[in-house]
């Protein structure tokens, strides 16, 4: 297959100062943030890995009937997103408490993505201010 990941979703926002304050206290790097706090990119970031981030489309972009480049129904709290969390899920756990991320769903054994699919793991739930759904799964060793 010539696919090899994701390079970026995006998630459209109403307060991109709140959606990014939270991700930040998550650990995740911004992306752009200088450039568009002076208003020279319409586009802000959030880093997910060396190969993927997160683009945040602000209401300016969002709301603007001449942006087509989003999904039909692309509305704030739209996004389910699954993380690889590098840990063991009391561990994965504890990084959301100690942001302040409350757990909306789990611990809970099941199967994620590696090893196509068919590998067991464990994942734990919260969501993002927006209320995009977002999942840490962890694997073991």
């Not at 060396?50 to 996004?79: D, M, Y």
């Not at 063991?88 to 590696?114: M, S």
Request: proline share 8%; aromatic share 10%.
């Amino acid at each position: 297959m010539r696919v090899k990941g994701f390079d970026h979703v995006s998630l459209p926002t109403p307060d991109v100062e709140r959606l990014i304050a939270f991700y930040r206290r998550l650990g995740f790097p911004i992306l752009h943030e200088e450039e568009w706090r002076a208003g020279t990119s319409r586009l802000i970031g959030i880093q997910v890995d060396e190969h993927s981030k997160i683009n945040v489309h602000t209401p300016e972009l969002w709301r603007n009937p001449k942006f087509t480049l989003k999904g039909p129904t692309a509305q704030p709290g739209c996004g389910d997103l699954c993380f690889r969390f590098d840990g063991t899920i009391e561990e994965a756990v504890a990084y959301l408490n100690e942001a302040g991320a409350p757990i909306e769903f789990g611990p809970v054994e099941q199967k994620g993505g590696a090893d196509g699919g068919q590998r067991q793991g464990a994942s734990v739930y919260t969501r993002d201010p927006d209320g995009n759904l977002l999942e840490f799964m962890t694997y073991p060793e």
